[in-house]
């Protein structure tokens, strides 16, 4: 089972940072990466980024720039960060984990977590 | 504007079959597998198949999917109306250093 936690509310320019936490299992496991989605309200899924459990990382082009996403196998948790907000990040945001490559699916996916961008 | 097309919306009453489709191009459904994701309204997307055509363990066989050079196809068979929900595609895109892209996603009504 995969758990996302953090603020539901974050300022314009701010950096919003959320927590997976993962349930029934190591995320060091050998072929599994973490991975973030968001769904705007109302609209489709976005992928955000893929991280593995050594660190290696996958970020969604177009968001790059602002996302950095972690991993603390000691807590079994992957986390993810994404600098600048503005009221266009206001999403549901979803931790899965994912099995990467041509193959590519998320499976299973977390319960979500609105985020707000507002002042 | 998604990587991936599917139509926005698809009807159909109970018991008939429905298809919606997924329009790619080489660099991701074309070269990669596709997977598909059921969304319920105010649930979080459950995988219903992966790897164009396998159903995870607790999928019915109502569902199918298929994949053709750069389009793809996911079929639903004995249609219930439980299965009123938003249906995305995805895959792994090659291009930009690789990258998972999903389709706009399709509502279905069941009638």
């Known amino acids: 089972q995969l758990q996302e936690s953090g603020p539901g509310l974050v300022k314009p320019s701010e950096t919003l940072s959320l927590t997976c936490t993962v349930s029934g299992g190591s995320i060091s496991s050998s072929s599994y990466y973490w991975g973030w989605i968001r769904q705007p309200p109302g609209k489709g899924l976005e992928w955000i980024g893929s991280v593995s459990s050594g660190g290696r990382t996958y970020y969604n082009p177009s968001l790059k720039s602002r996302v950095t996403m972690s991993v603390d196998t000691s807590k079994n948790q992957f986390s993810l960060r994404l600098s600048s907000v503005t009221a266009a990040d206001t999403a549901v945001f979803y931790c899965?984990?994912?099995?990467?490559?041509?193959?590519?699916?998320?499976?299973?996916w977390g319960q979500g977590t609105l985020v707000t961008v507002s002042s | 504007q998604s990587v991936l097309t599917q139509p926005p919306s698809a009807s159909a009453t109970p018991g008939q079959r429905v298809t919606i489709s997924c329009s790619g191009s080489?660099?991701?459904?074309?070269?990669?597998?596709v997977c598909w994701y059921q969304q319920l309204p105010g649930t979080a997307p459950k995988l219903l198949i992966y790897?164009?055509?396998q159903r995870p363990s607790g999928v019915p066989d109502r569902f199918s999917g298929s994949k053709s050079g750069t389009s793809a196809s996911l079929a639903i068979s004995g249609l219930r109306s439980e299965d009123e929900a938003d249906y995305y595609c995805?895959?792994?895109?090659?291009?930009?250093?690789?990258?998972?892209?999903f389709g706009g996603g399709t509502k279905l009504t069941v009638l």
């Open positions: 995805a895959a792994w895109d090659d291009s930009l250093s690789g990258h998972v892209v």
């Open positions: 080489s660099s991701n459904i074309g070269s990669n597998s």
């Open positions: 790897r164009n055509n």
């Open positions: 899965a984990r994912w099995y990467g490559g041509t193959y590519s699916w998320f499976d299973p």
